[in-house]
């Protein structure tokens, strides 16, 4: 491609796609890739889904964009369904993983001044969290790499160790507002915080009057086998913000709350021009179609264990290229000890998409859809790259 007119931002593999159907997507040349990045835990249904497919040609057809001066129905509908579906009472509709972000720290700021607070405003975060790249969630993440040269950082986190209790308590002060964290950390490489320690935050923010917030945009909508990660921890957030899978390839994101802790969110406090747009909002209803039906999320949960298992005796096999097989559903990582992005490159070469992460991982996310013989057919394409791999390297190679 040329894209000497495009912002230089991107290292982009030198391949393009032209259409795609469930799991494949499908070079101009006729090419065919098995697509276990789903552009980032994005397409939890696929490339091309029918009903994906129908209910954005009908809206099409029908109405684009009216903008949230007027009434949306399809906006109230999915909001009712995601409370319904969630420890939510309410529901604002943004593009992004990003502006979902935004949303929530706005809300859990404006919760505490509508209390008479208004002096909690900070946030606490975890280190090799990633929460967008808007100025307020890259200072939320605090990772120098994606700050620099971006001037002052906006003011108002604090950052302590993922797992670190005792940094979170001596952490909190007055000026308090919430904890913010991804249940699983997704871009930092699939990085599950120790057991038991959601609950001990959950706790923590009861004591001290403070908001839990989580970060699902790339947990949510199935991913970990369950709408919503927090769902296996035993208790729930106040605000949880989530983008990604809701649209399934369409770009949504939304910030859900109690009732409570959206108090402050009054008329004119908050906006947007395209979110909540028909579009969008007939993309998001058909992916709760789908993922809501009886026994979905139970046979992510089948699949992707037996999935999880290929892997790990893939890894059993490969010890000088993969360490370690991570996460849950289908958000798994694993971990190379060869350099992850020649990782990833090899896979590619073997026709399988798959996403690099932090803490030299590659990120497995396939389409929620996958069937058996797909997974099978991505273990054969890791174990020949491993190969491949192994021998390349000094030492004797693996099997
Ligand atoms: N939060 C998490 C956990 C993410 O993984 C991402 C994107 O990868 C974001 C927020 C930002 O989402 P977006 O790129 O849609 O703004």
Redesign the pocket.
Known sequence: MDSSALFQTYSRAPVEFERGDGCWLQTNEGERFLDFGSG??VSCLGHAHPHLVKAIQDQAEKLWHVSNLYEISSQGRLAQRLVANSFADRVFFGN??????ECAIKTARRYHYVNGAPERYRIITFAG??????LA?LAAAGQEKYLEGYGPRVDGFDQVELGDLEAVKAAITDETAGILL?PI???GGIVEPPSGFLRELRKLCDEHGILLVF?????GFGRTGDMFAYKWSGIEPDIL?A??GIGGGFPL?ACLATNEASAGMTPSTHATTYGGNLLAMAAGNAVLDIILQDGFFEDVQRRSLIFKQGLASVVDRFPDVFSEVRGKGFLLGLKCVLPNMDVNSALRDANLLTVPAGDNVIRLLPPLVVSEEEMSQAIERIENAAAALSATQPGDGAA
């Open positions: 980032i835990a992004s993983g990003a502006e979902a972000l969290a990633f929460h967008g790249r808007t969630t991804e950390q997704g871009e970060d699902e945009v790339q947990t913000a983008a990604k994101g």
